[in-house]
Each structure stands twice: as structure tokens, then as C-alpha cells.
């Protein structure tokens, strides 16, 4: 009959055990034959590119403890799903900066310029940032998931907030403006059916070429609309119901702030007693103050009340005289 293993040679198979684990997860996160063994299709991308040379282990596990960590990923996670036939899935990790300030740490200093006509001071405009929010495709070509290139309208909101000038040659240079707008958001925005896109940009940063009042000519209002508009609204809806449908299709944009169909129907004030409980009722005071109440509830002659009128007068203690 065996014996039962004792404690300390449990405790000792156990650490034994996760030593074995550890040196697992630790070849699988810096071999790049476990990487590529699923990820062939970004590696083959990646060797058209500047990086072909580049470990995976360089940009997506720099050191020790990253490479750990996601080499217990492929064999916790990676490699089972591999085998279970699922494929990618979850959400796409962002490269860290530091991995790539590594090889590229001369873009802090100075303005830098690309292959891509774009002038830019990194130091300043992309402090902090990922650099694949702009250099998303640099190592893997269009095969990643999720690709993401500089849009104008992040830099234009930036110069503008910061004072900083927004002339097209402070960050364009070697292009001609046809060449720059062949490509990006000002496609669509800017493209033969730009009456009925170019509502898709950003409308912050039409003000960057447009004059204010460009939109005015069309829109009759300022677009995009001013901070109080909110508020001051109402007026220009019901002079003009139709320039607001021009970009509000449908009457739902208007109830999911109003809480009630807008303009409010034909024979709304028969039956507003339903919506209206009390003159604090909060989806009335959206639009209306206690004044719009009191002009018909207060100032009026109830029947047998002749002396509560319009020019009633209160004694100190409020009672009608």
C-alpha cells in the first residue's frame, strides 16, 4: 500500500509545478514560433513592411514581465481556442508607446515629416497618445482588425482650442489640395454627393475653411448650432419646421428631448390636463416656466369669482379682495 504524499512534498511538486507553467507561458510569449504558428497571415503581411525583421516580442511583450503575462495568455487562452477552431476574438490591444519610442525615439524631438505629405511635432501633438491611433497599419499592412489612420478634424480641433494656426501648409507639405482630399473623411463629406453626406463629418470643423455664416445660407441657422440653441430653439422650429427635417428626419429626435410629440398637436391644450398634473411638472418645464401656466390658470375670472381677475390685488395674508 502507498504511502500519501506528505505536505512538503506536495508544496514541493506544486511549486515544481507552476515553475514548469511559468517557463511554459515564458517561451510561448517570447518564441516567435508560437506567434506565428496562428498569426501567419500578419506575419506574412508584416514581411512587405519596414518591420519585417522586428520580433513580435518587441512591440506586443517588451520585457520580462510582459512576455509572462502573454505567454500565459497563449496557453491559457490563444492556443486552446486555436484548437477548439474559434479564431481571433476579444477586443483589439493597443500597442504600448514605449515599445515603439524604443526604435523611434528621434520623432520627439524637432517636427517630423512623412511619406504621406504630413508635417507633424509629436513632442505636442501626440503626447501621451498610442502611436496606432495614427500608425495603425505600419507593421501589419490593412490585415489588422482595426485600422486607424490621422484624421484632420482630431488636429483641426486641437489647433483650434490651443490657438495654434490651422493653415493647410502648417501640416501639409508636397501635395496639392486635390491630392489631400482624394482620401479620408473629406471623400465622403466633400464628395459628388455631398449634400447628403457631409452632415457625417465633424461639424466643428467646417468653420476651418467655411466662413459661420456658409451654412446659414442653406441650414438658416448657425450649424452647428450655438451652445444656448438648446434653450432658444422653439421659435425657429415652428417658423421653419422644414429646415429643421432637413437634418432631423423623423419626429422621434424631437420627442426623445421633449417627452411629448412636438409641435404639440391641434387639440393638445383640451386634453393637456392628462400630461400636465402640476405647474412643476418637469416634461412641461423643458419648454415652458410657471408664467406660461399662470397667464390662463391664474389671470382669468373663474365662474363665481368675478373679483379674481385679471388685475387682482392680495392682501398681506394673500387672500383675494
Known amino acids: 500500500m502507498k504511502r500519501p504524499l506528505s505536505p512538503p512534498a506536495i508544496a514541493t511538486l506544486a511549486v515544481a509545478a507552476l515553475c514548469l507553467l511559468s517557463l511554459a507561458a515564458s517561451w510561448a510569449g517570447s518564441s516567435q514560433i508560437a506567434c506565428v504558428s496562428c498569426h501567419d497571415g500578419f506575419a506574412k ?6 518591420h519585417r525583421s522586428t520580433a513580435c516580442t518587441a ?20 492556443l486552446p481556442a486555436q484548437l477548439l477552431g474559434r479564431g481571433l476574438s476579444g ?23 512623412g511619406s504621406d505629405g504630413l508635417r507633424i511635432r509629436h513632442s505636442v501633438c501626440a503626447r501621451g497618445a498610442s502611436c496606432d491611433d495614427c500608425h495603425s497599419t505600419v507593421p501589419h499592412g490593412t490585415v489588422i482588425r482595426w485600422k486607424r489612420e490621422p484624421v484632420m478634424q482630431d488636429c483641426i480641433a486641437c489647433h483650434t482650442a490651443r490657438g495654434a494656426s490651422t493653415r493647410c501648409t502648417t501640416c501639409h507639405v508636397g501635395k496639392s489640395a486635390e491630392q489631400r482630399l482624394a482620401a479620408g473623411p473629406w471623400q465622403v463629406t466633400h464628395g459628388p454627393e455631398w449634400q447628403r453626406t457631409h452632415g457625417m463629418g465633424k461639424l466643428d470643423s467646417c468653420s476651418t475653411c467655411h466662413a459661420k455664416d456658409y451654412c446659414v445660407r ?10 444656448s440653441f438648446g434653450s432658444e430653439h422653439g421659435k425657429s422650429a415652428i417658423a421653419d419646421r422644414a429646415s429643421c427635417l432637413t437634418c432631423h428626419k423623423t419626429a422621434a429626435f424631437c420627442d426623445a428631448c421633449h417627452g411629448l410629440p412636438m409641435p404639440h398637436p391641434s387639440d393638445f391644450l383640451k386634453s393637456h390636463s392628462s400630461v400636465a398634473k402640476t405647474v412643476d411638472n418637469p416634461v412641461c418645464q423643458r419648454c415652458h416656466s410657471r408664467q406660461t401656466c399662470d397667464a390662463c390658470h391664474v389671470a382669468h375670472v373663474h365662474p363665481g369669482f368675478a373679483a379674481v381677475g385679471r388685475n387682482r390685488t392680495t392682501s398681506s395674508g394673500g387672500a383675494p379682495r
Open 59 to 78: 512591440c506586443h511583450a517588451a520585457g520580462a514581465v510582459s512576455r509572462i503575462a502573454v505567454g500565459a495568455s497563449v496557453v491559457g487562452r490563444m
Open 45 to 50: 503581411a508584416q514581411a512587405a513592411t519596414e
Open 91 to 113: 477586443p483589439v490591444n493597443q500597442t504600448g508607446r514605449e515599445a515603439c519610442l524604443a526604435c523611434h525615439s528621434a520623432i520627439q524631438r524637432g517636427v517630423s515629416s
Open 218 to 227: 442653406c441650414h438658416k441657422v448657425v450649424v452647428p448650432h450655438d451652445v
